[in-house]
C-alpha cells in the first residue's frame, strides 16, 4: 500500500477485515501483513485465510471454523458501502502502512491495521499522559484525577484515556474545562455505540476538542476482549501513564503491564493504606512506580519546566500562612475541626478562621462537621 492516503482497494479490505467475526487485533494485524490487500481479501472470500503467510499461527486450532466463518461474512459484506456509510457519519479512517495513521500508533509494537476516528487526528503530536484507574473511584481520586486532568491541559499535555467511568471519565473532565491541549479518548466499542452510555456528552465533548479513537466499525457493541487490547492503545500514544486510583488487578493494571512492555514511564498517586481503591497504586508505587502527587512531578519527568502548570495551580488565591498549615494538616481525607486543631497545634479560633478562608477560596468543602481537601474549584 502507498504510505500516503490508502489505495480504495487498501482502505475497503482494511474496513472489511475489521469486520470479521473473531478477528482481533492479532488477527487483524496478520492479514494485513499477508500480502497485498486484494490478494488477501480473495483468499479470505475463499475461505483459505489460513494458507496466507502468519494465519496459521494466530488463527490456531480454529482455523477451519474461522476459515468458513470469515468467508461466509466477506461474501456477504459490501466494502465500499461500508467504507462510505463511515465517511457519512463522519468517522474517518486510518490504515496502517499510511500517513493516515498516527506516527506513534503505526510503529507501535503491536500496531492498529484500522482507526476509526472522530476530530482531528493530527492534534496525536507533543506530550501526552495516560490517566488511569478505577471505576469505582472515591472522591478523593475523582478530584485528584480532576485536578491532573486541568493543570496537565493547561500545561500543555494531551490527557489520555478510555473514558471509562470514574477516573477517565474524570481526568477528561478536567482537561476539557482548562480547554488546554486537546484530549484524546480511545474507546472499545463503535464510535456510534457509547459506553457507558451516561458519557454520551463527554465523548462529543472530546471529539470536538481533540479526537476520539477506535478499532472497532459502527455498531460494534462493547465485549470484555476489546478493554484488554484497548489498554494496550492507551500504554502506546502515551509518553507517561499515571494511575490514580486502583485495586490490585483490573483494567488499570493491564495498562500498567502494557506501558512497561513499551518501557513507558508509570506513576502512582499515593492513597489511604485501608482503601481498596488504592491497594493497586500504593503496591506499584512500593514496588516500582514513580509518585505523583501533583503535575509538577509528571512535568519534571518530560523535561519541563514546572512553571508550565502555574496558570493551572494559581487559579485559586495562595492560601495564607495559617490556612497553609490546616490545609496540610488536613491531606486528602475528611477532617473535624478538632483533629486539625490537634494536628496543627493551632488555637480553634485560628483554625476556624483558617478554614473559613479555605472554604471561600474555594480549598474545601463542608459537610456537616467534616472538611475535605478539593482538587479544584467549584
Known amino acids: 500500500m502507498s504510505a500516503t492516503e ?20 492479532a488477527r487483524r494485524l496478520a492479514l494485513h501483513r499477508a500480502g497485498a490487500p486484494a490478494e488477501v481479501w480473495s483468499a479470505v472470500c475463499a475461505g483459505r485465510a489460513s494458507t496466507l503467510p502468519g494465519m496459521a499461527a494466530v488463527m490456531g486450532r480454529r482455523a477451519d471454523v474461522l476459515n468458513g466463518r470469515w468467508a461466509a461474512a466477506a461474501r456477504a459484506g459490501d466494502l465500499p458501502a461500508e467504507v462510505a456509510r463511515h465517511r457519512a457519519a463522519g468517522v474517518g479512517l486510518a490504515v496502517l502502512g ?27 503530536v507533543g506530550p501526552r499522559v495516560a490517566i488511569v484507574g478505577t471505576r469505582r473511584c472515591t472522591r478523593y481520586g475523582r478530584e485528584v484525577a480532576t485536578e491532573l486532568g486541568y493543570d496537565l491541559a493547561a500545561a500543555g499535555i494531551a490527557v489520555v484515556s478510555g473514558l471509562a467511568a470514574g477516573i477517565d471519565a474524570a481526568a477528561h473532565r478536567g482537561a476539557l474545562e482548562a480547554g488546554g491541549a486537546p484530549p484524546i479518548g480511545v474507546v472499545g466499542t463503535g464510535l456510534d455505540v457509547v459506553y457507558p452510555r451516561q458519557h454520551a456528552v463527554l465523548w462529543q465533548q472530546v471529539a470536538e476538542a481533540g479526537v476520539l479513537l477506535s478499532e472497532h466499525l459502527l455498531g460494534t457493541p462493547p465485549r470484555a476482549w476489546h478493554f484488554p487490547s484497548r489498554n494496550r492503545l492507551l500504554a502506546a500514544l502515551a509518553d507517561i501513564v499515571v494511575v490514580v486510583e486502583s485495586d490490585r488487578s483490573g483494567g488499570s493494571m493491564h495498562t500498567v503491564d502494557e506501558a512497561e512492555a513499551r518501557q513507558r514511564v508509570v506513576m502512582a498517586v499515593p492513597g489511604p493504606v485501608r482503601s481498596r481503591a488504592s491497594a493497586g497504586t500504593n503496591g506499584l508505587l512500593r514496588e516500582r512506580a514513580h509518585v505523583i502527587t501533583d503535575a509538577t512531578d509528571v512535568l519534571i519527568l518530560l523535561g519541563m519546566s514546572p512553571a508550565a502548570t502555574r496558570s493551572a495551580v494559581e487559579r485559586r488565591p495562595t492560601p495564607s500562612p495559617e490556612a497553609a498549615a490546616v490545609l496540610a494538616a488536613m491531606g486528602w481525607e475528611p477532617a473535624a475541626a478538632d483533629d486539625l486543631v490537634r494536628r496543627t497545634g493551632r488555637t480553634v479560633a485560628t483554625v476556624a478562621v483558617a478554614l473559613d478562608e479555605l472554604e471561600r477560596d474555594g480549598w474545601i468543602s463542608r459537610s456537616g462537621g467534616w472538611y475535605e481537601r478539593r482538587a479544584k474549584p467549584e
Open 6 to 25: 490508502p489505495p480504495a482497494i487498501g482502505l475497503e479490505v482494511a474496513v472489511g477485515v475489521a469486520g470479521l467475526p473473531e478477528a482481533g487485533p
Open 98 to 124: 499510511t500517513s493516515t495513521m498516527p506516527g506513534v500508533l503505526a510503529s507501535d509494537i503491536e500496531p492498529p491495521s484500522l482507526l476509526c476516528l472522530r476530530g482531528d487526528p493530527d492534534v496525536v
